[in-house]
């Protein structure tokens, strides 16, 4: 039992859902990856009596969207590839904003010397860290686990764990724009802007605006049983991003060219954004 410890609920309880998905995934003969995180994470809630709520949430949650794997494959993949470019074009720090229970720093071949930051809300970091450390699971980067709002001064407290915005980063935005507001998530871009230095890298997604109408329906009532919902969309990335500096390509979820063979269900129609920060943005927030 993992005394104390609880799955945040609403987006929280989300990212396990995306896990089972990537469990899924990665039983496949054909897989695009392999996540033994996920695997580890979800043996423990279906076995822990005290995650019986969630566990009961997942399984209700998976039987909802078995049309969904696909794009979750593939969106993972897509993030996989492009921060292993990143890294392997030098990018030695990598920063994921509202982690969740992602495991790429314990699956992903991170070269020497790579520092990985992953920030979410104290709960699920104390979860997380602690599935890490029960897993057996070797990370393969030296791993900092920062406890901050993406909503307050989340700046300072990644500084204070050892970030340097003197260096090129790797940012990874997955599944959190969704779930901020507008002025919210331009707030967040300016920040991450500020923070990077020239080279930087910046991996992003955000669903398509068609699916805050009546498109979108199916998905958002099936997000609001596990208790979240989606509070902004946007069809212009490529210009939200050059307004920041960045020199960005989008690609729809579905998009063939990113695939890897996979037919892509049209929900949730989402968008996938990678780009370079050619100069920093005018200020670094220093808090």
């Known amino acids: ?52 709520e969630v566990s009961g949430m997942v399984a209700r949650a998976s039987s909802s969207t078995r049309e969904y794997p696909a794009y979750f494959a593939v969106r993972t993949r897509f993030f996989d590839d492009e921060l292993m470019s990143a890294m392997h074009a030098g990018v030695r720090q990598v920063v994921t904003l509202a982690a969740g229970v992602d495991g790429r720093t314990v699956r992903l071949d991170c070269p020497p010397g790579t520092q990985w930051y992953e920030l979410d809300l104290p709960d699920m970091t104390a979860f997380t860290d602690e599935l890490i450390a029960r897993s057996g699971l070797a990370t393969t980067c030296e791993r900092r686990s920062v406890a901050a709002d993406l909503t307050a001064n989340w700046p300072d407290a990644l500084r204070e764990a050892g ?35 020239p080279g930087s890298r910046i991996m992003l997604e955000q669903l398509e605006a068609a699916m805050l109408g009546e498109e979108g329906k199916p998905s958002r009532e099936r997000l609001a049983s596990q208790g979240a919902r989606w509070l902004s969309a946007r069809d212009d990335l490529q210009s939200w991003l050059a307004g920041h500096g960045w020199h960005a390509e989008v690609y729809s979820g579905a998009d063939p060219r990113i695939g890897h063979g996979r037919t892509v269900s049209r929900l949730p129609a989402c968008w996938v954004a990678t780009g370079t920060l050619a100069e920093r943005a005018q200020t670094d927030p220093a808090g």
């Open 1 to 52: 039992m993992i005394d104390g410890l609880q799955v945040p609920k609403g987006v929280g309880q989300t990212a396990l859902v995306v896990a089972w998905m990537r469990q899924m995934e990665s039983q496949r003969p054909d897989a695009l990856f392999q996540d033994p995180f996920a695997d580890v994470l979800l043996r423990v809630i279906a076995e822990d009596p005290s995650f019986t």
């Open 163 to 197: 970030f340097d915005s003197s260096r090129p980063t790797a940012w990874l935005v997955e599944g959190l724009l969704m779930y901020l507001s507008d002025e919210a998530g331009d707030a967040l871009l300016g920040e991450l802007s500020a923070l990077s230095a």
